[in-house]
């Protein structure tokens, strides 16, 4: 085990350095809350490259990738590392198409509620701020539960520490900071990837040597067609594609690049770089699952696929490797907790123009200051005492699977109504809460309702194929047989620059 002075001085080190780095790059830069939550045109390809890069990529690539890996072998790996892939590929087409029709705009919930009204607009205000406040409760949880696992450091502190210091530079200078730090983050986080995996290897023997540990362990992990790491593989794809489609994230860095073309080009770049990404990290687990005692079987109690990474990591490795995938775990946590705070802070405060009675930009600033500051101790809380988190992180990938297709297909639907993406929405969520494996036992207590729902998925396959085809049936149908006619032109009437719609000493901006 590394010396928690030595991985707690590391941490502080890293943390102060990046938060020198997002505070001085801010400086002077902020000057209205459009600036803030925005940066709008400010990122070049090589910049919007990294930050979509490295906003994607949280510890969760050292926890549930390798785990992937392990329990259902190399099929699940290539699952995973296409299902990081899609998204990225979907934006590159979807993110011109934004830009377009609201030239203006600054979230996915501003959005919603011009298209389609208050009642859409609640629920995928719910379902996103859902989804991406457990995702930013994880990487805490898994930053700290990994640091306290390789060095003792306790959980408490790490959670405090990381929050704390990615609190204050991501308050200040918003998006902005947050993207400068991303593009130092993504140059340093595949290098160290692979310095760690072939440090691993090199520790290991070799490819042969790992190769014949996984064939005496577990050959079938090896076999392409494993029809339990397809069926993972796919589920994964689906829930995905559906989650970071109601991610604030990506919508912000639509509008902080420079024009379309940077858009098309930076989410291309980031669907390859990103699945290979995730395709290393997942092929950790394969090695953990030759080479360590990794217990798969998820109804034991000794269950630990999901650290199978940092198991990996105690089984006489030298220390050097152990801190270069400190570093790393802290970069990748870094990188997409600044993110979140951002991304969530941005949905309320691209609202409060509507909410409010003519704020001025001062307000609006202390505004998306002060929700950054609740996201952040709400997650810190959380992190510390929710140890369930992760399990809700499935649950919110089922919503956003669901929500996804209605959602961006009213940029492209004319006849689409409100009621019509609602409706789907909750059809197909219905059904895949239907096959969830995840509080099944408390689904299935509900008095007749429980008796007639079918065997829980514990594949999640079609759970999230569920939620996803089924609503995405049911928004062609709306919008086939929809009465509306709704001209996209509106959007961007409605849907204004916040330095337009603030006031200041009374009177509206310019």
Request: glycine share 10%.
């Amino acid at each position: 085990m590394v010396s928690t002075a030595v991985a707690l001085g590391l941490t502080v080190a890293t943390l102060v350095g990046f938060t020198v780095i997002g505070l001085w790059c801010s400086r002077k830069t902020v000057g209205t809350a459009e600036d803030l939550i925005t940066a709008r045109n400010s990122a070049g390809n090589g910049r919007t490259t990294a930050t979509l890069v490295a906003s994607v990529m949280g510890v969760w690539i050292l926890l549930s990738a390798p785990e992937a890996g392990a329990s259902f072998g190399i099929a699940a790996v290539v699952g995973y590392a296409i299902g990081e892939a899609l998204p990225m590929l979907v934006y590159s087409r979807l993110g011109p198409r934004i830009r377009a029709v609201i030239p203006e705009g600054h979230s996915l919930t501003e959005y919603a509620h011009a298209r389609y009204g208050a009642a859409m607009y609640a629920f995928v205000l719910v379902v996103s701020c859902l989804y991406m406040f457990v995702f930013l409760a994880a990487e805490l949880t898994g930053i700290a539960g990994a640091l306290s696992l390789v060095a003792g450091v306790p959980q408490w502190q790490t959670a405090v520490l990381v929050g704390g210091f990615v609190l204050l530079y991501t308050s200040y200078g918003g998006l902005r900071a947050s993207i400068v730090t991303d593009s130092v983050q993504a140059l340093l986080v595949l290098p160290l990837l692979v310095v760690a995996f072939a440090g691993a290897v090199f520790s290991l023997g070799g490819a042969g040597a790992i190769h014949e540990g996984i064939v005496a362990a577990t050959p079938s992990l090896l076999d392409p067609g494993l029809v339990p790491g397809l069926q993972f593989g796919l589920a994964l794809a689906f829930a995905i594609t559906g989650a970071e489609l109601i991610n604030q994230t990506w919508w912000q860095r639509i509008y902080a690049a420079e024009d379309g073309q940077t858009i098309e080009r930076g989410f291309r770049n980031a669907t390859v770089a990103n699945s290979l990404i995730v395709f290393l990290a997942a092929l950790f687990g394969l090695v953990a699952a030759g080479n360590a005692d990794i217990v798969t079987d998820v109804t034991s109690s000794a269950y630990n696929a999901d650290i199978s990474f940092f198991i990996l990591l105690q089984t006489a490795f030298p220390e050097w490797i152990v801190l270069a995938v400190v570093l790393l775990a802290l970069l990748l946590v870094m990188s997409s907790v600044d993110t979140l705070f951002n991304a969530l802070a941005s949905v309320v405060t691209a609202d409060l123009p509507r909410l409010l009675t003519d704020p001025d930009d001062r307000t609006l600033k202390l505004g998306a200051r002060a929700l950054t500051v609740v996201v952040a101790v709400g997650a810190i809380y959380v992190s510390l005492r929710a140890r369930s988190v992760l399990r809700l992180f499935f649950l919110a990938d089922l919503l956003g699977a669901a929500v996804a297709v209605p959602l961006v297909a009213g940029l492209y639907s004319k006849r689409l109504t409100g009621t019509g993406a609602l409706t789907s929405s909750v059809l197909g969520l219905a059904v895949g809460l239907a096959y969830f494996p995840d509080f099944s036992g408390l689904l299935r207590s509900i008095p007749v309702l429980g008796g007639f729902l079918p065997a829980p998925d514990p594949l999640y396959l079609t759970a999230f194929a569920g939620a996803f085809l089924v609503s995405t049936a049911g928004t062609l149908v709306a919008a086939r047989l929809g009465a509306g006619k709704y001209d996209h032109g509106d959007l961007a009437t409605e849907i204004r620059r916040l330095d337009e719609t603030a006031t200041d000493g009374g009177e509206v901006r310019d």
